[in-house]
């Protein structure tokens, strides 16, 4: 509730200060989401290129996204990891290490099946395996994040988790790609596997600190778990909360499943040339954006800023659109900069959203609340991803990109819906 005056009168939100992080934290939560990018990178932003240019049908392509499906199912056991680790080694390291070590086992397996429609199921395989080891690792690293962040600095450490993993996504998808284009396949993965055994070392050597969030170093009990989680559902505005969280990047998502399919299917662009101008210049456009997102998150109140970047996000999609409708040829002159465009406001919209998804997080339960909330986000996005190949087979890719322009209105509709201010269990303010 907002606080109350001298009189007992409700007053006006109070205004959280916001901060900047240490420099260990920023750094410490940076390498980690990086490591957790660079599979997802490759998946999701070099993968279906390839799976095109086998000659898979687009709806095959689409249906590749349901490798995604461990972040979308990870709270099913966020409460294990939220629950069990050691205190000496450290309570998220127990969960953090030997994922990273699983996760780079796992990409030095892939690099033994070169790609082809004979290896092909065995390396998907391979890449589900990494997306379990990565979203296993990245409830550990939510409620790592939870742990360390206070609410002041909610919009600088957003920022820094969402930059690291797209430069993880950015290294992943586009960069080890374009460098080993000519050279060998099994390249990508190794040194993908390099990169994940050199930020598991560096975490070891790390002293996990304690937590000054109330009751954030213990565990607590499976009763009480239940419990709180009874509680957080049972609080106002969180039903508007949570169809906020699962449709802020439907439209996105639909439309970034199928750009780079429609140029390599329908005009013959070279996928190594999809590659950098999506996988690169719009990543390097997103981290942009997640920088300023950072500044967005901290100047204004949470639900302003996610209303303000989602309706900024709104102009580049509907430009893709009519790209995609005829408007233009899809040249450097015309991808480049409208693709620079869609991943800047798209890392604005990103860094606001996660920053108030944080601020609603019961700290005690950090792992779990804050993984929920991220399933719910992944499983909003692997709707249309996974059906966006069915309805290009179905109605063409001119109707499928106006209906990323009509979801990312909807979810405008929303977002005024959400209270303006949430009370965290441990009494903070949430979205002010």
């Not at 200060?17 to 989401?33: C, D, N, Q």
């Not at 690099?111 to 395989?125: G, H, Q």
């Not at 302003?304 to 709104?314: D, E, F, K, S, Y």
Request: glycine share 10%; net charge positive.
């Amino acid at each position: 509730m907002p606080p109350l005056t001298p009189s007992g009168v409700e007053g006006p939100p109070r205004v959280t200060e916001r901060v900047r992080p240490a420099a260990w934290k920023i750094g410490l939560l940076s390498a980690l989401y990086f490591a957790q990018g660079l599979p997802f990178g490759f998946q999701s932003n070099a993968l279906p290129l390839y799976l095109t240019e086998l000659g898979l049908t687009m709806s095959e392509v689409g249906f590749a996204r349901a490798l995604a499906l461990p972040w979308a199912l990870k709270a099913l056991w966020a409460p294990l990891v939220d629950r069990y680790g050691s205190a000496r080694f450290g309570r998220r390291k127990s969960w953090i290490v030997p994922m990273q070590l699983l996760l780079a086992a796992a990409c030095v397996v892939a690099s033994l099946f070169p790609l082809s429609r004979e290896t092909l199921v065995p390396f998907l395989i391979c890449v589900l395996l990494m997306n379990v080891f990565a979203a296993t690792q990245d409830i550990a690293v939510d409620g790592l994040a939870v742990d360390l962040l206070d609410k002041r600095e909610l919009g600088a450490g957003n920022a820094a988790q969402v930059v690291g993993y797209k430069i993880g996504m950015l290294t992943g998808g586009a960069l080890l790609v374009g460098l080993f284009a000519k050279g060998s396949w099994s390249s990508i993965f190794l040194s993908m596997a390099a990169l994940c055994a050199l930020v598991m070392t560096l975490v070891v050597f790390v002293k996990e600190p304690e937590s000054k969030q109330p009751g954030g170093t213990a565990s607590v009990s499976w009763p009480e778990l239940v419990k709180r989680l009874k509680e957080l559902l049972a609080r106002p505005g969180v039903r508007w909360l949570l169809l906020a969280v699962a449709t802020y990047k439907m439209g996105e998502t639909l439309a970034d499943a199928m750009f780079g399919a429609w140029m390599v299917r329908i005009h013959h662009v070279p996928k190594e040339q999809v590659a950098i101008w999506l996988g690169s210049w719009g990543i390097v456009a997103s981290l942009a954006g997640s920088f300023a997102g950072g500044v967005v998150a901290t100047r204004f109140r949470l639900k302003q800023a996610v209303l303000m970047t989602g309706a900024l996000r709104l102009l580049p999609l509907i430009a893709q659109w009519a790209v995609v409708a005829g408007a233009a040829l899809p040249t450097a002159e015309v991808i480049v900069p409208l693709t620079c465009a869609e991943h800047f406001f798209g890392g604005l919209l990103t860094t606001s959203m996660f920053a108030l998804m944080m601020s609603s997080v019961d700290r005690r339960i950090g792992a779990t609340h804050y993984t929920l909330l991220a399933s719910v986000e992944v499983l909003g996005k692997a709707a249309p991803g996974l059906l966006s190949g069915v309805l290009v087979d179905a109605v063409g890719f001119q109707p499928v990109f106006g209906m990323s322009v009509l979801l990312s209105v909807l979810f405008l509709a929303v977002v005024p819906k959400l209270p303006t201010h949430f009370e965290t269990q441990d009494g903070q303010p949430g979205l002010g």
